[in-house]
């Protein structure tokens, strides 16, 4: 009976641990951090989004804006997805940069483009001044709704710069979503290594008897 206890408690244990270890790694949940609405003044809003204009500067009490101002646009149309997000977006024929103020930790970012016309300027989204490309775009189909994701981890807490540089023409932005990976909860952990712990106690003391 003593011996089927300890197997038991063994096998939890390591089940507990490698669940543990999936939270941390490939099936770690994402939190929704920011959905930022890019537009004017007077377009709609989606809802639960923030309302991003062409004169939304950073500053530190907001945590997030433009580095300068920027022209908007409203399309008339009524896109499937996000009708509200979608239908305008901010943008220019002069590098920008998005300021986010983000913690410490590895987020997941989502970029998303759409237009009432073909658009056949390209453009990149660059990590701050540095030559390194998140995204690209080459083109954008008529009334097509285009999404660009990437991984980003921020070792200690700061800005996250996204500067949009057109290589030919202008760029745009209608949305940007940043998810943030949850961390694993310390009852988790204290689980975890609290069944192991259990565990081998209990392996120690069976061997103590024999």
Avoid: H
């Amino acid at each position: 009976m003593g011996q089927r206890i300890v197997t038991s408690l063994l096998m939890l244990a390591v089940f507990s641990l490698i669940g543990l270890a999936g939270i941390n790694l490939a099936q770690a949940n994402m939190i929704d951090l920011y959905s930022f609405d890019f537009g004017s003044n007077s377009s709609p809003v989606q809802t639960g989004w923030l309302q991003v204009t062409n004169n939304t500067l950073y500053s530190s009490q907001l945590g997030y804006g433009w580095d300068d101002t920027v022209t908007a646009t409203n399309l008339n149309v009524n896109p499937p997805e996000y009708p509200n997000m979608l239908r305008d977006f901010n943008k220019r024929n002069k590098d920008r940069t998005f300021e986010i103020d983000l913690a410490a930790g590895t987020y997941s970012i989502e970029l998303y483009f759409y237009g009432n016309s073909n658009n056949t300027d390209n453009w990149s989204v660059y990590l701050g001044n540095s030559s390194t490309v998140l995204a690209t775009m080459t083109g954008l189909p008529r009334n097509t709704e285009v999404t660009r994701q990437f991984d980003i981890t921020m070792p200690s807490a700061g800005k996250l710069d996204l500067k949009f540089q057109a290589d030919k023409g202008s760029w745009q932005i209608n949305g940007i979503k940043v998810a943030q990976e949850a961390p694993v909860p310390p009852a988790l952990l204290l689980l975890g290594t609290g069944l192991l712990g259990l565990t081998l106690l209990r392996r120690g003391r069976k061997v103590q008897k024999s």
